[in-house]
C-alpha cells in the first residue's frame, strides 16, 4: 500500500534532479545579473553585505526547517519561536552574555522538543502540532512582556550586542554563524548516520521502520533542532537590533518553508539540501531588495512572488513525478 | 538423512481476534535448503513468516532459530528517493578516520557489491530510478549483506518481468550455493520446481504437507494447495448453488486480449445474459486484474472491452454506465465506507438516480434499500446502523445490494463468498444463482474450487496472467481445473534436476 | 500488523475505553458547552444577558462561516490552510467595487473566493498534490496579493448599506449571526441531504471504494474546496463590515487555525469520512465560550492562547483515530 507509488519513470526523474538542483540556483544567478545591471545600488558592497546579513537570519530557520520538511513533516511554530527567542535574549542579556544566548535555545529547544513528542509518539499531524506551539509560543511571548507592552532594551555597551552587530571586514557576525551553521547541517545531513535517518524517515517511512530506521527519535530531534535554531535567529536578532522586539516574526514560518521549497527540498520529504536552501534565501532576499529597490512596488510583492514560486516548484515537482 | 535445522517449529498456533491463523505448525528449514512455503490466501503463510522473524509471538508452540534472518517482501521495502548505495548501507555506512560517512567508499563498495548480482546501475542515482527487478535485487543484497543466515522471500517475482525473475533466480541460486538456506513464497509452479528443494503447503492455517518438492507431481502440489483431491468423485451439491443456466447465445460481455504487465497478457473474457463464467487459478494468476480490467479500474497496456457489442472507454464510470458493475475482493479497502450507515453504503452508486436538482428523495432511497434488506436478507437493526458494525457476511450482502441497485447487466464477483459465515456463503451463492436465473451475466472469481465447479456454467483458468484453458460441459472436473493450472502438459522435471546438481 | 496481537489480548478490556474515548468524541463539545455555560451562570457576573449572547454570537459569526467549509474539506481528508488568505483577499476586493454599490462589491468578493477555492480543489483533485502543500501556496501568496490590491492600506469604509451588513439587525438579531446561521442549515443540507453531500463524505471515508462505485472524486473535491472558498470570503465580507474598514493585514490572520481546531473540537475527525455540522458549530461556540470566559474573569490574552493552544493539542489527541 505504501510503496506503490514510489517507482519513478527515470527519465523523469533525472529532469526532476536537473531542476530541484539547478533550478534556484540558475533563477538566482539571473536575478543577481538583471539587478545588477539595471540598478546600480544592487552592486554595491554596502548593498550586498545588508543583503547577507538579512538574508542570515532567514537562513538559520531555514536550515532547521530543511531538516523537518525532508523528515515529511512542517513546522509552523518557527514565526513565534524566532519572536520568543529574541524577547528571551533581550530580558536574559542583563544577566550577561551567557544568559542571553543560552535562555532562548533552552526556552525554543524545550518547546521544538514537545512538538517532536508530541507527533512523534501520538501521530498527531505536524501542521495542528506546530500551529498549536505557534498560538502557545505567542502567549508565552505576551506573558513575559506584560502583553506586548514591555519591549526589553539590551545595553549597547553588552557583549551580546557584538554578536548581532559585530563585524569582519564589513560582514556582520551573524552571516558567518550562519554560513557555519549551513556547512554543518549539510555534513550532517550527507556524512552522518543521523542525517541518513532524516531521509529514509521522510522517503519512505514504513519502510524506514522495516529497515531499523529509529523514526520516532528522528523526528523528535528534528523538530527540537528547528525550535532551537528558530531560537538562535530571534536571539541573533535582538543582539542585532539591540531590543526583543515582539511583534516581529509572523508568517516568518512561510518564508522558511518558502525558501526550503524553491531550493528543490520535496514538501513530501524524503529529499532535499541545504545548499538548496541557502540558495533559495539568497533568491528571495535578492527578489526582497529589488522590489525594495524599484520603491514603487510595495514589499508586498515579495510575499506573492513566494507563492508563486512555491506553486511553481510544487506543481513541477509533483508532475515530473508521475 | 542428517538434520541441521537453522530454524525449527514445532506445534505453533495463532489466533486473532477469535479467529486461528495458524493450527498446530510444525516447521523444519535444514541449513542450505530452499524451502517452498505455498498455500492460497488466508492459509497462514505471512503469519507464519511473521512469527519465524519474531514479529508474532505464537500463542503456544516452540520456535527454536539458529541464524540471523532477513526477510525481502513481494513490495521492494527501501527508499526510492535514496542512492542505491544509500539504501544498501543504510543503518551499517562506512565511515572514514573524522566518523563521517565515506562517500566515495560507499559507492565503491555498492558497485562491487551489485556487480555480484548482476546490477551495473549508477549507485548514486536513487533507487526509484532502477527497474523494480533491480530493486528487488537491491534489496536482496541488503538482505544478504546483513550476515543472514536464512533469507526469507516473500513472492519476490510477481511484479517483475520475466528477464527480471531469470536474474533474481540465478542470484537465488548463488546465495544457496554460498550455504545461506532460503524460504521462498511463490505461487508460480514453474519457479517453485525450479529452485526449491523442500515444500510446505499450508492450507487454512495448517501444515497439510511438508517434503522433498521433485517427488511430489504438481498436480498433487496443486491439490494439496487447494484441498482438492485428483481423484475424489465429483460430488455436486455441496454449495448452494442450483443445476446450469439457460444462457442467451449473444455475449453480453467481450473483453478481448485485456493486457496489463506484468500481470495479465492478452486474457480473452465473454459472458452471454443469464451465464455464469469463472475464473480459476492460483493467487497472483490474474484473476482480480481480470476483473479490475473490465471495469476500468486498472491501467491496460491493450485489450478491449464491449458491451453487447459496443466498445466501452477505459474508465469506472463508463463501465458502470454501459451496465457493469463490480464486487472488489477487499470488503474493507475498496468496498465499505466505514462511518456511513447500511443504507447509505447501499444506495452510494445508484445517487444520482435516486436525487432530483441533487436533492435525495429519502422516500425513494428507503424504498430501494427495504426492498435488498428484504431480499438479501441483510441482518441489521435499522437501515441506519453503521455498516462497519455489521458481519462480513453482512456487509458483503451490502455491498452486493450496492452493485444490484444500478441495475447491472454484468456483474463481476470477486471472491464473494470469502470470510463470511457458513449460512450467509450458502445465501450469497443462492443469490447468484437467482440473478443469472434472471438474466445477468455474472463472472465468478473464487479460490474455492467447489464453488466454481458447482456455481459456473464455464470456467476460464488463468496461469501466470494468461488464460490456461477453458472449460465447459463434461471438462467442469476438479482434476481438469487442476490439470490446467498445474500446466500438466510441460514438464519442467528438466531445469528441476538441473538446479539440484549440488544439492542433497 | 504488530498491534494486532496486543489488541486482541487486551480487547476487552479496551473496548470500554474505547467506547468513552468515541463517547466524548461525539459528545465532548456538548458536555463542555453546556459546563461553560453553567459555570458563566454562576460564577461570572453579567453573563446571562442578552447583550452579552449578541457580542459573543457576533464575533464568532465569521469564524463558523469558515469552519464550517473547512468542516466539509476535512471531511474528504484534506485541509485548507489557505482560508485566511481568501478572508483577506475579500477584504481587499471590497473597496476597489463599493463605488458600483455594495451588491456588486459582495459579489466580486465571493467570486473570487470561489475561484481561490475551485484553484485549490484542482491541485489537490487534478494535479494530485497534497491538500497541505497545495493550500500552502496560497497562505503563502494570498496575504501579499491582497495587500497589494489595498496598496498595503487599511481603507475605511463608508457605504452605509455594507456596513448594516455588520452592524444592524433583523428582529433583534444581528445580521452577520443571521447570515451564519443560515449558511450553517445550507451547509447541513447539504452534506446530509444531497448526493453532493453524501458523495463527499464517502470520498473522504473510502476515496478507493468510491473511485470503483463510480463516484465523481475529481469533481467534488474540486466542489468542495471551492464552497470552502466562498465561505472563506462570506466571512471575510462579513467581517470587514463590522469593522468599517477593509484590512487584509490583519483580515483572518490565523484563522485556519480557529477553524480546524473548531471543526475537530465538534468530533469531526482530520482523518475525514464525517463531517459534523451541529458539533462544528458547538465547536465554534465552545471557543468563543473559552475565551469569553477567560477574559471575563481578566485573564490576560497571553495566557488565553496558551490556554487555546492545549485545548487544541487536547481535541486532537481525542480525536486522532487510533489504526
Redesign the interface.
Known amino acids: 500500500m505504501i510503496t506503490t507509488t514510489t517507482p519513478a519513470v527515470p527519465k523523469a526523474a533525472a529532469r526532476t534532479k536537473v531542476l530541484q538542483r539547478q533550478g534556484a540556483a540558475v533563477a538566482l544567478v539571473l536575478m543577481v545579473a538583471v539587478s545588477w545591471l539595471v540598478f546600480p545600488r544592487f552592486g554595491s558592497l554596502d548593498n550586498l553585505r545588508d543583503l547577507a546579513l538579512q538574508g542570515s537570519f532567514l537562513a538559520v530557520i531555514a536550515i532547521g526547517m530543511t531538516f523537518v520538511i525532508i523528515t515529511g513533516g512542517i513546522d509552523l511554530s518557527v514565526g513565534s519561536l524566532y519572536a520568543l527567542g529574541g524577547v528571551l535574549a533581550a530580558w536574559g542579556s542583563q544577566y550577561g552574555f551567557l544568559a542571553a544566548l543560552a535562555l532562548p535555545l533552552v526556552v525554543c529547544g524545550a518547546i521544538g522538543l514537545i512538538n517532536g513528542l508530541l507527533i512523534a509518539r501520538t501521530n498527531m499531524a505536524p501542521f495542528i502540532v506546530t500551529l498549536a506551539s505557534l498560538l502557545f509560543a505567542r502567549g508565552l511571548l505576551l506573558a513575559i512582556t506584560d502583553e506586548g507592552a514591555n519591549t526589553y532594551k539590551i545595553a549597547t555597551d553588552s557583549a551580546f550586542v557584538e554578536l548581532g552587530r559585530g563585524t569582519v571586514l564589513g560582514f556582520g557576525y551573524p552571516i558567518f554563524i550562519a554560513a557555519v551553521l549551513a556547512v554543518l547541517g549539510g555534513m550532517i545531513l550527507n556524512r552522518t548516520s543521523f542525517g541518513q535517518n532524516v531521509f529514509a524517515t521522510g522517503g519512505a517511512e514504513q519502510s524506514a521502520i522495516l529497515l531499523g530506521v529509529p523514526v520516532a527519535k528522528t523526528k523528535i530531534v528534528v523538530y527540537t533542532m528547528s525550535g532551537t535554531l528558530a531560537g538562535l535567529a530571534g536571539a541573533l536578532t535582538a543582539a542585532y537590533l539591540q531590543s526583543g522586539v515582539t511583534v516581529i516574526g509572523v508568517g516568518l514560518e512561510l518564508d522558511a518553508i518558502s525558501v526550503v521549497v524553491i531550493g528543490g527540498t520535496l514538501l513530501t520529504g524524503g529529499m532535499g539540501t541545504i545548499l538548496g536552501t541557502v540558495i533559495g534565501v539568497g533568491l528571495i532576499k535578492v527578489i526582497q531588495n529589488v522590489i525594495n529597490q524599484i520603491g514603487t512596488l510595495d514589499s508586498n510583492y515579495q510575499s506573492v512572488v513566494s507563492g508563486v514560486f512555491l506553486l511553481i516548484v510544487v506543481v513541477l515537482q509533483r508532475i515530473l513525478r508521475r | 538423512m542428517p538434520t541441521d535445522p537453522v530454524i525449527e517449529v514445532a506445534g505453533v498456533t495463532k ?4 479467529v486461528q491463523a495458524l493450527g498446530d505448525v510444525d516447521f523444519t528449514l535444514q541449513r542450505g535448503e530452499i524451502h517452498a512455503l505455498v498455500g492460497e490466501n488466508g492459509a497462514g503463510k505471512s503469519t507464519l513468516i ?1 512469527v519465524l522473524t519474531g ?3 505464537p500463542d503456544a508452540g516452540r520456535l527454536t532459530r539458529n541464524g540471523h534472518i532477513s526477510t525481502i ?1 513481494q ?8 542512492s542505491v548505495a ?1 539504501n544498501l548501507f ?2 551499517r ?1 562506512p565511515r572514514n578516520r573524522f566518523g ?2 565515506d ?1 566515495a567508499r560507499r559507492n565503491a563498495d555498492a558497485s562491487e557489491l551489485l556487480r555480484g548480482y548482476g546490477i551495473t546501475a549508477d549507485v548514486s ?2 533507487l ?3 527497474a ?1 527487478g533491480e ?1 528487488q535485487m537491491v534489496a536482496l543484497a541488503r538482505a544478504v549483506e546483513a550476515n543472514a543466515d536464512v533469507v526469507i522471500m516473500d513472492e519476490p517475482t510477481s511484479s517483475l518481468e520475466p528477464r527480471e525473475v531469470e536474474t533474481l533466480l540465478g542470484v537465488v541460486r548463488k546465495l544457496h550455493e554460498a550455504g545461506i538456506s532460503i524460504i521462498y513464497v511463490s505461487h508460480r509452479m514453474d519457479e517453485l520446481y525450479r529452485i526449491c528443494d523442500t515444500v510446505t503447503v499450508l492450507r487454512d492455517g495448517r501444515n497439510v504437507h511438508s517434503g522433498p518438492l521433485k517427488e511430489l507431481p504438481r498436480i498433487e502440489l496443486v491439490s494439496l494447495m487447494l484441498g482438492r483431491s485428483v481423484k475424489e468423485i465429483e460430488k455436486h451439491g455441496t454449495t448452494a448453488f442450483g443445476e446450469g443456466h439457460h444462457a442467451d447465445t449473444q455475449p453480453v460481455l467481450e473483453a478481448r486480449e485485456l493486457t496489463s504487465r506484468p500481470r495479465i497478457n492478452g486474457v480473452n473474457v465473454s459472458i452471454r445474459p443469464g451465464e455464469v463464467v469463472g475464473l480459476a487459478g492460483l493467487l497472483g494468476s490474474g484473476r482480480t486484474e481480470t476483473a479490475k480490467a473490465i ?1 476500468g ?1 486498472l491501467p491496460l497496456d491493450g485489450g478491449t472491452v464491449l458491451v453487447a457489442g459496443k466498445p466501452v472507454s477505459h474508465n ?2 463508463s ?3 454501459a451496465g457493469i458493475s ?1 464486487l ?1 475482493e477487499d470488503r474493507k ?8 450507515s447500511v443504507r ?1 453504503n447501499i444506495v ?2 445508484a ?2 438516480r ?2 432530483r436538482f ?3 428523495s ?1 422516500s425513494k432511497q428507503d424504498r430501494i434499500v427495504d426492498t435488498f434488506v428484504k431480499r438479501l436478507r441483510i441482518k441489521v437493526s435499522s437501515p441506519e446502523q453503521k455498516v462497519a458494525e455489521l458481519s462480513g457476511g453482512n456487509q458483503q450482502k451490502v455491498l452486493l445490494a ?1 452493485w444490484l441497485c444500478t441495475e447491472p447487466r454484468i456483474l463481476l464477483l470477486d471472491e464473494p463468498s470469502r470470510g463470511i459465515d457458513v449460512g450467509a456463503k450458502a445465501e450469497v451463492q443462492a443469490l447468484i444463482d437467482e440473478l443469472a436465473r434472471e438474466g445477468l451475466a455474472v463472472l465468478l472469481i473464487s479460490s474455492e474450487l467447489d464453488e466454481l465447479l458447482d456455481g459456473a456454467d464455464r470456467l476460464i483458468v488463468l496461469r501466470d496472467g494468461s488464460v490456461a484453458g477453458e472449460l465447459e460441459g463434461d471438462q467442469l472436473t476438479s482434476e481438469h481445473v487442476l490439470k490446467a493450472i498445474a500446466a500438466e502438459v510441460r514438464d519442467g522435471s528438466d531445469d528441476h534436476a538441473v538446479s539440484h546438481q549440488n544439492g542433497n | 500488523m504488530a498491534q494486532t496481537t496486543t489488541q486482541s489480548a487486551t480487547r476487552t478490556a479496551t473496548s470500554t475505553a474505547a467506547a468513552r474515548t468515541r463517547w466524548l468524541q461525539d459528545n465532548g463539545v456538548y458536555v463542555a458547552v453546556a459546563a461553560l455555560l453553567l459555570f458563566n451562570a454562576l460564577f461570572t457576573a453579567n453573563f446571562l444577558t442578552l447583550g452579552n449572547f449578541t457580542t459573543q454570537l457576533v464575533q464568532a459569526a465569521p469564524v463558523l462561516i469558515v469552519a464550517l467549509g473547512m468542516a466539509l474539506v476535512i471531511g474528504t481528508e484534506g485541509v485548507d490552510l489557505s482560508v485566511g488568505a481568501v478572508m483577506a483577499l475579500a477584504a481587499a476586493i471590497i473597496p476597489l467595487y463599493l463605488g458600483a454599490g455594495p451588491l456588486v462589491a459582495i459579489v466580486m468578493a465571493l467570486v473570487v473566493g470561489v475561484l481561490a477555492g475551485a484553484f485549490n480543489g484542482l491541485l489537490v483533485a487534478k494535479v494530485g498534490i497534497q491538500p497541505i502543500v497545495a493550500t500552502l501556496a496560497l497562505l503563502v501568496g494570498g496575504r501579499g496579493l491582497a495587500l497589494v490590491i489595498a496598496e498595503g492600506q487599511l481603507v475605511q469604509l463608508h457605504d452605509q448599506a455594507f456596513l448594516e451588513l455588520g452592524t444592524g439587525d433583523v428582529l433583534g438579531i444581528p445580521i452577520s449571526v443571521l447570515i451564519a446561521g443560515l449558511l450553517a442549515l445550507v451547509i447541513a443540507g447539504l452534506t446530509n441531504r444531497t448526493t453532493f453531500g453524501r458523495q463527499l463524505v464517502a470520498v473522504g471515508g473510502n476515496r478507493k471504494a468510491a473511485t470503483l462505485a463510480g463516484l465523481p472524486v475529481n469533481r467534488v473535491l474540486v466542489g468542495v474546496y471551492a464552497i470552502c472558498g466562498v465561505l472563506a470570503a462570506i466571512a471575510g465580507v462579513l467581517a470587514t463590515s463590522r469593522l468599517a474598514a477593509s484590512d487584509p493585514a490583519d483580515m483572518g490572520l490565523l484563522m485556519e487555525l480557529s477553524a480546524i481546531t473548531a471543526v475537530v473540537v465538534g468530533g469531526t475527525p482530520l482523518t475525514g469520512g464525517k463531517v459534523r455540522v451541529l458539533g462544528t458549530v458547538f465547536g465554534v461556540i465552545l471557543m468563543q465560550l473559552v475565551r469569553a470566559t477567560l477574559i471575563k474573569h481578566n485573564l490576560p490574552d497571553s495566557i488565553a492562547q496558551m490556554i487555546q493552544a492545549a485545548i487544541i493539542i487536547a481535541a486532537v489527541y481525542v480525536a486522532r483515530e487510533r489504526r
Open positions: 489466533t486473532f481476534a477469535g511473521k514479529i508474532h509471538t517482501y513490495e521492494v521495502n527501501l527508499v526510492p528517493l535514496m544509500a543504510l543503518g555506512e563521517l560517512i562517500r542515482s536513487p526509484g530510478t532502477l523494480v530493486q471495469i479500474a469506472v464510470k463501465a458502470m454506465r463490480m472488489a479497502t475498496e468496498g465499505i465506507i466505514p462511518n456511513l447509505e452510494l452508486a445517487l444520482p435516486l436525487s441533487g436533492v435525495i429519502r450496492r
